[in-house]
């Protein structure tokens, strides 16, 4: 007699399909989970920044730092070399024009000019000798003029006398012919003697003047020489404050060595550094403005000095205006100006920018619950705002903050 069997409600083949739809259904899930789920992100308010889009005036600017200095700074070259004799004041002293600030020693320009000195004597004592004999001689040839035309005086009279008689008949040929010989000897004579004066005149002229020029071109090397003696007194060229004094008693120094420098207290300038990446934006008459003892105050560029030293250039910025309490050395914060004003939509800058480039935000909802990501469009920037060119509308929210813990999250919930 056949038993009947009892049938089985699960065999293996049936629970293995069970357990694969069972694991199916959660890969699915997990799935969801992480591509869908995980792109919202719990955020507390209190942490993050907010700021609300608005409209207004722009103007791109850069931050700049600039330290003031005087408006005019001389610097103190040692024009003739030497020792230093003597130091009258003290680094940092208030100066008057021509107030003696050191004095340094050089015999052997003192000795030149000793040299160049008697040498002037010299020429001065020959230009004396010179101008007695060149009158004595002169003299002398009027002395010999003067005898000349009163032998040709003499000739005429006997000349015409004899004529007279020679036509009367009162005396020979051989007389008349030999008087009249002896006026026209005498007047050739005075000829001579008129030219012989003339061209000793130019001469005396000629010789007078190479021997003045002589005299004044040894003069002038005479007052050079006295010159170079007086630049061994150092002076304060222009009234101000002597700084960087560079000299010790007894110390040697070469001619074109800097001692220090003078600068003028009747203004001030500010020194800015700029980043190399501006330079082809910069140039004289922009303008920056900065903000001194609750006031704000304005600049001009005056001077662009284009070389670029360790990735920065300067320039050299004048103050429109007199400013109360501003000292030299003071460091100022700088917002230079790059463009005009003009109207534009308006995001406060934030550390958002680092990740994103720019090129998206997280923007609330109306309520204000949650932010979710918005592609935009940035144009220039200044020191406190960017300029959104798309993207963006006055009256929205947006996070400003940080968005280094955010990852690759869609959405922030703000709780």
């Known amino acids: 007699m056949d038993i009947p069997l009892e049938k089985k409600r699960f065999d293996k083949k049936k629970l293995s399909i069970a357990v694969g739809i069972v694991l199916l259904i959660s890969l699915i899930t997990f799935v969801v989970i992480s591509t869908g789920g995980s792109s919202k992100l719990n955020v507390d308010k209190e942490r993050i920044s907010v700021n609300e889009i608005k409209e207004g005036i722009f103007q791109e600017n850069i931050p700049v730092t600039g330290n003031v200095m005087p408006i005019t700074t001389i610097y103190l070259d040692a024009l003739e070399g030497g020792r230093v004799d003597e130091i009258f004041v003290e680094d940092g002293a208030i100066m008057k024009q021509g107030e003696p600030i050191l004095r340094l020693s050089n015999t052997d320009l003192e ?76 007047k050739q004579r005075l000829q001579l003697a008129q030219q012989i004066l003339e061209e000793d005149s130019i001469s005396v002229k000629q010789e007078a003047n190479q021997v003045q020029s002589s005299f004044v071109r040894t003069q002038g090397a005479l007052k050079l020489m006295r010159k170079k003696v007086e630049d061994l007194v150092v002076k304060a ?16 120094k070469n001619k074109g060595e800097r001692l220090g420098q003078l600068d003028v207290l009747s203004g001030f300038k500010v020194r800015a550094d700029i980043n190399e990446h501006y330079i082809s934006r910069i140039y004289a008459g922009q303008r920056g403005t900065f903000s001194f003892n609750g006031k704000e105050y304005k600049l001009i560029i005056k001077k662009v000095y284009t070389q670029v030293t360790g990735g920065v250039f300067q320039v050299d910025m004048l103050f429109e205006e007199k400013v109360e309490g501003i000292r030299r050395g003071q460091s100022l ?21 680092q990740q994103t480039g720019g090129n998206w935000i997280f923007k609330l909802n109306e309520e204000g619950t949650i932010a979710y990501k918005v592609d935009i469009r940035l144009g220039t920037k200044n020191i406190e705002y960017y300029e959104v060119l798309e993207g963006l509308e006055p009256g929205d929210k947006v996070v400003t903050s940080s968005y280094d813990t955010y990852g690759d999250k869609q959405e922030l919930v703000l709780k």
């Open 237 to 252: 060229p222009v009234d101000g404050q002597l700084t960087s004094l560079d000299a010790e008693i007894g110390q040697s």
């Open 333 to 353: 914060q700088i917002r230079l100006a790059l463009s005009e004003e003009k109207q534009a939509i308006l995001v406060p800058k934030g550390g958002f920018f």
């Open 111 to 186: 000795l030149s000019l000793i040299n160049q000195e008697t040498a002037v004597y010299n020429l001065l004592t020959q230009m004396q000798i010179s101008q007695n004999a060149a009158r004595q001689n002169t003299i002398n040839k009027l002395n010999r003029m003067t005898d000349v035309e009163n032998a040709l005086i003499e000739a005429d009279r006997l000349y015409m006398l004899n004529k007279k008689l020679y036509d009367e008949k009162a005396i020979g040929r051989h007389e008349f012919q030999e008087s009249k010989n002896n006026y026209n000897y005498q």
